[in-house]
């Protein structure tokens, strides 16, 4: 079991940016997908996630509105489409899904200047 994000970046305030997660070894279409972040020097937090067939998507507060979460289940693969980022947006993001204990991306560092 395998998730393999797409290379964050550095962006301006007010800026997009998408990131992708490239699932393999397991059956992608039938798991609920999730975006989390850790800021710098806080913990891991949730950002998004969305259940299998794109049922249910569910955001944390601070992002609403801004950001989306999508899959397409033919490339196994989940996007955080990010719009309208801020500075507090800073963070290293990671894919994840609850196969078993848990498996996670290896994290991608986004990084909003102000």
């Known amino acids: 079991v395998q998730l393999v994000e797409s290379e964050g970046g550095l962006v301006h305030t007010g800026g997009s940016l998408r990131l992708s997660c490239l699932a393999s070894g397991f059956a992608f279409s039938l798991y609920r997908m999730s975006w989390y972040r850790q800021p710098p020097g806080k913990e891991r937090e949730l950002v998004a996630l969305?259940?299998?067939?794109?049922?249910?998507?569910d955001y944390r507060d601070s992002v609403k509105g801004r950001f989306t979460i999508s899959r397409d289940d033919a490339k196994k693969t989940v996007y955080l489409q990010m719009n309208s980022l801020k500075p507090e947006d800073t963070a290293v993001y990671y894919c994840f899904v609850r196969r078993g204990n848990g498996v996670w991306g290896q994290g991608t560092q986004v990084t909003v200047s102000s």
């Open positions: 969305i259940d299998p067939a794109g049922r249910f998507t």
